[in-house]
C-alpha cells in the first residue's frame, strides 16, 4: 500500500458509511526492527494545514488551534480501527465512538441544533 | 510529496532551527511592496489624468447610445401599454428602469467639462437630445390619458432617431 | 409505468433547472446587441456542459460519491484548495445574483423595490432549503422553470425575418456598431453561462441526494442529454427574442424588465405574467442549487457529513456554510450593485475559474479505482479534453478582453 497514493485524503467512513472526515495525515512509527508503520490516521484541520505547509498551511493550523475547545493536535485514529481500504477508508466502529469534531460539536449546540427542525432530514 | 510527520503522540509540532532568520521572505515582501507602488501610481496618474479628445468623444457616444437605448425602450413600453400588452407595475418598473439608464447617461455628459471646441460642440448637439429623452420619458411614465401617451411615444420615437442619427455621424 | 414517470419528471426538472439570471442576461445582452450571430458559441456551451455533466453523473451513480468528493484525492489537498477557493468565491458571487433576479422578478409584479426584496427572498431560500424535501424543490422549480417555453411561442408570434436571422446566425461576426473585441467578450460571457461552474457540482450532489445508483446511469444520461440541451434551447429562445425585438431597433438590454417585453409585444398579459413567473422560478431554482453548492463543496473538501438527506444536526457545519453562503449573498447586494451588472462581472470570473472546475472532474472520470470499467473511453477523453482546451482559452481571454472593451462597452 502506498500512503501517498491509497490512504491520504481519502474519506474516512465509521461502520455505518457515515463520514467521519478526510485523512489529513499519518503517523508512522517504528517497529522493533526499524521497518516504519503506520501508527494512526491524523484528522483535523490541524493537522491538514501543517501538512500543506507554508504560510497558507500554518494560517489554516492556527485557525483550527484557536477555534479547538482542548489542546488536542487532531484527532487520532489509530490504525487498527481500520477494517477495509477501497475507495474509502472505511473503520470497524461507529462515529460515536470516535472523537467529535470540536467545531461540528459547538455549531451543533449553539447553533444548528438550536434552529427548529434540526431533527428532521428531507 | 505528501508529508508524513514522523513525531511521538502528544508531542508538539517542530519549530524553526535555532538562529534562523527568515530573510527570504523580507526580500519577497520588499519586491512585492515596490511592485504595488509603482502599480498604484500608474493608476494613480492614469485616472486623474484630464481627458483628451478622444476619450470625450467616446464618452459622449456612449451616453449618446444610453440615451437612444432609453428612448428606444421608453416608446417600446409606451406601445405595449396602448395595446394593452403589459399591467400597470411592469410599465411602472420598465420606465423607472429605462429612467435610471437616462439619468445615468446624463450625469456622464454633464460630469467632464469638454477639453476642446470639437468636443464642446458634440456636447452641445447631444444635451437638447438628452435633456428632451428626459422629459418624454417622464411624461410617458405618469400619462394618464391615451392622448398623452401617444404625444410622448412620438417624442422619444424622434428623439431616437435623432440620438441615432448623432451617433451615426460621430462615428 | 412508475420508472417512466420519474425519468419524465427528471427531464422536465432538468429542463427548468439549466436556465438562470447569468444564462437570462447575457442571451437577452447578445441577442439585442449582436443579432443571432453568437448562436454558434450557446451550442458549443451545451456540448460542453453535456460531457462535463454526463461525467459527474456517472462518477456520482457508480461510485455513490459526487465528483468534488473525490477531487482532493486525486489532486492533493493544495490544489484542490485552490479549486475550493475559486469556485466557493464563483458560486457564492453567483448566489447573491441569483437573489438579486429573484428581487428584480418580485419587482417587476409588485411596485416594492428589489431592493427590500432581497433579505425576504435570503430568508425564505433558507427556510425553503431548511425543511422542503430534495426531490420536492427539483421539480416544483423545475416544473415551474419550464413556463419559459413562452418565449419559444413568442418568438413565433413575432413574424421575424427568418432570412436575416440565418443571416446573422450562419456569419458570425460583430454586426454595425460593435468590433472584434466586443463580440468576443460577448461570446466568452455567453459560453460561461451555459458552463457555470457550479452546476456540474451541484448534478454530481444532487445524484447521491437523490439516491442514485449505478442502475440510475441511464436516469443520469437521459437527464443531461436531453434536459441541458433543452435548456439550452429556451436560453436561445431569450437570446432570439430579443435579437428580434430589440436588435433592429438598435437598443441594448441592460435590465430584466426588457428582456420581458417581446413575451409581453407577443402574447400581451398572459404571456408578461408567464415571462415574470419563468424568471422567479428559475433565478429561485437557481439560487438554491448555488447555496446549495456552495455548502456541499465545502463540506465535500474537508471531509464532513453533508447533504440534506441527512438530519441538520447531524451536518451543523454543512448547514452552517449554508448560512453563511445566503449571509453573504445578500451582504454583497445590500452594496446597492446592480444586479444585471454583478451578473455581467460574475460571469467574467466564472470564465476565469471554468479551467480549475472542469480539469479535475475529467481526471476523476478517468479513474479506474472509482471507475471500473464504466471510466472515460476514447471518445469521453477526447470531447473532455477538447472542451478542456476552449475552457482555458476562454479562461485566458477573460480578464484582457474584459479590460480592452471596458467590461463589452467597447
Known amino acids: 500500500m502506498l500512503i501517498g497514493f491509497d490512504l491520504l485524503d481519502r474519506q474516512i467512513l465509521d461502520r455505518d458509511g457515515e463520514p467521519v472526515g478526510k485523512v489529513d495525515d499519518v503517523e508512522l512509527d517504528a517497529g522493533e526492527d526499524g521497518v516504519p508503520f503506520v501508527a494512526a490516521l491524523l484528522v483535523g484541520q490541524r493537522a491538514l494545514g501543517m501538512r500543506i505547509g507554508g ?68 | ?128 437630445l438628452v435633456q428632451e429623452a428626459v422629459r418624454a420619458l417622464g411624461d410617458a411614465a405618469r400619462a394618464t390619458s391615451r392622448t398623452a401617451l401617444r404625444a410622448a411615444l412620438g417624442v422619444l420615437e424622434d428623439v431616437a432617431a435623432r440620438l441615432a442619427d448623432l451617433i451615426e455621424a460621430n462615428r | 409505468m412508475k420508472r417512466f414517470l420519474a425519468v419524465a419528471l427528471g427531464i422536465l426538472t432538468a429542463i427548468g433547472g439549466f436556465v438562470d439570471i447569468g444564462d437570462i442576461v447575457a442571451n437577452a445582452e447578445a441577442g439585442a446587441r449582436f443579432g443571432i450571430s453568437h448562436a454558434w458559441i450557446l451550442l458549443l456551451g451545451v456540448l460542453g456542459i453535456c460531457s462535463y455533466a454526463e461525467m459527474s453523473g456517472r462518477v456520482a451513480t457508480v461510485s455513490g460519491r459526487p465528483v468534488f468528493d473525490l477531487v482532493r484525492e486525486r489532486l492533493g489537498p493544495r490544489v484542490a484548495l485552490g479549486n475550493l477557493a475559486g469556485s466557493l468565491f464563483v458560486t457564492v458571487l453567483t448566489l447573491g445574483a441569483e437573489i438579486g433576479g429573484v428581487g428584480l422578478a418580485l419587482q417587476l409584479v409588485t411596485s416594492v423595490d428589489y431592493l427590500l426584496w432581497v433579505p425576504v427572498v435570503g430568508f425564505v431560500l433558507w427556510v425553503v432549503l431548511w425543511r422542503a424535501k430534495f426531490n420536492t424543490l427539483e421539480n416544483v422549480f423545475g416544473l415551474t ?62 445524484a447521491v441526494e437523490e439516491r442514485w445508483t449505478a442502475k440510475d446511469l441511464l436516469t443520469s444520461r437521459i437527464n443531461v442529454f436531453v434536459g441541458f440541451p433543452l435548456g439550452g434551447l429556451l436560453a436561445f429562445a431569450l437570446m432570439v427574442t430579443s435579437a428580434t425585438v430589440f436588435h433592429p431597433r438598435d437598443v441594448s438590454v441592460d435590465s430584466l424588465s426588457q428582456v420581458a417585453m417581446p413575451a409581453a409585444i407577443a402574447l400581451g398579459k398572459l404571456g408578461l405574467a408567464a415571462a415574470i413567473l419563468g424568471f422567479f422560478a428559475a433565478t429561485f431554482g437557481a439560487a438554491m442549487e448555488t447555496g446549495l453548492s456552495s455548502a456541499y463543496t465545502v463540506a ?111
Open chain 2, 1 to 128: 510529496m505528501p508529508h508524513c510527520t514522523e513525531r511521538a503522540a502528544g508531542e508538539d509540532w517542530p519549530a524553526w532551527p535555532a538562529g534562523y532568520q527568515p530573510t527570504v521572505t523580507l526580500h519577497r515582501l520588499a519586491i512585492v511592496a515596490v511592485a504595488v507602488l509603482l502599480l498604484w501610481a500608474g493608476f494613480a496618474v492614469s485616472v486623474t489624468a484630464p481627458p483628451d479628445r478622444s476619450d470625450y468623444r467616446r464618452t459622449a457616444l456612449q451616453v449618446a447610445a444610453s440615451a437612444h437605448d432609453a428612448a428606444g425602450t421608453g416608446a417600446l413600453i409606451a406601445h405595449q401599454q396602448l395595446d394593452g400588452d403589459v399591467f400597470g407595475t411592469f410599465a411602472d418598473a420598465a420606465y423607472d428602469d429605462a429612467t435610471r439608464t437616462l439619468s445615468g447617461a446624463a450625469t456622464r455628459l454633464t460630469g467632464e467639462p469638454p477639453p476642446d471646441d470639437a468636443s464642446a460642440a458634440l456636447r452641445d448637439g447631444l444635451l437638447p
Open chain 3, 145 to 206: 422553470g419550464l413556463v419559459l417555453i413562452v418565449f419559444i411561442i413568442a418568438f413565433f408570434r413575432l413574424d421575424p425575418n427568418y432570412g436575416e436571422l440565418w443571416h446573422q446566425a450562419s456569419r458570425p461576426g460583430p454586426p454595425h456598431g460593435e468590433d472584434w473585441g466586443t463580440y468576443w467578450f460577448m461570446a466568452v460571457a455567453l459560453f460561461a453561462s451555459a458552463m457555470t461552474p457550479y452546476e456540474v457540482f451541484f448534478f454530481s450532489s444532487g
Open chain 3, 300 to 410: 465535500q473538501y474537508f471531509g464532513w457529513a453533508w447533504g440534506k438527506l441527512r438530519r441538520p444536526r447531524e451536518a451543523a457545519r454543512f448547514h452552517t456554510v449554508l448560512i453563511v453562503s445566503i449571509l453573504v449573498g445578500v451582504l454583497v447586494l445590500m452594496t446597492t450593485i446592480d444586479p444585471i451588472q454583478l451578473t455581467e462581472y460574475t460571469l467574467v470570473f466564472s470564465a476565469v475559474v471554468l479551467p480549475l472546475t472542469y480539469l479535475p472532474i475529467l481526471v476523476v472520470a478517468n479513474d479506474r479505482g472509482y471507475l471500473g470499467e464504466r471510466a472515460n473511453g476514447r471518445f469521453a477523453n477526447a470531447v473532455g479534453v477538447l472542451f478542456l482546451a476552449i475552457v482555458v482559452v476562454a479562461a485566458v481571454a477573460a480578464i484582457p478582453l474584459m479590460i480592452v472593451t471596458r467590461m463589452g462597452a467597447g
Open chain 1, 55 to 122: 504560510r497558507l498551511g500554518r494560517w489554516i493550523a492556527g485557525v483550527a488551534l484557536r477555534l479547538s475547545l482542548d489542546e488536542r493536535p487532531a484527532a487520532r485514529i489509530p490504525f487498527d480501527l481500520v477494517a477495509e481500504i477501497d475507495s474509502a477508508v472505511n473503520l470497524s466502529v461507529r462515529r460515536e465512538l470516535l472523537a467529535d469534531p470540536p467545531l461540528e460539536v459547538w455549531l451543533r449546540d449553539h447553533v444548528i441544533g438550536r434552529i427548529p427542525g434540526a431533527d428532521d432530514a428531507s
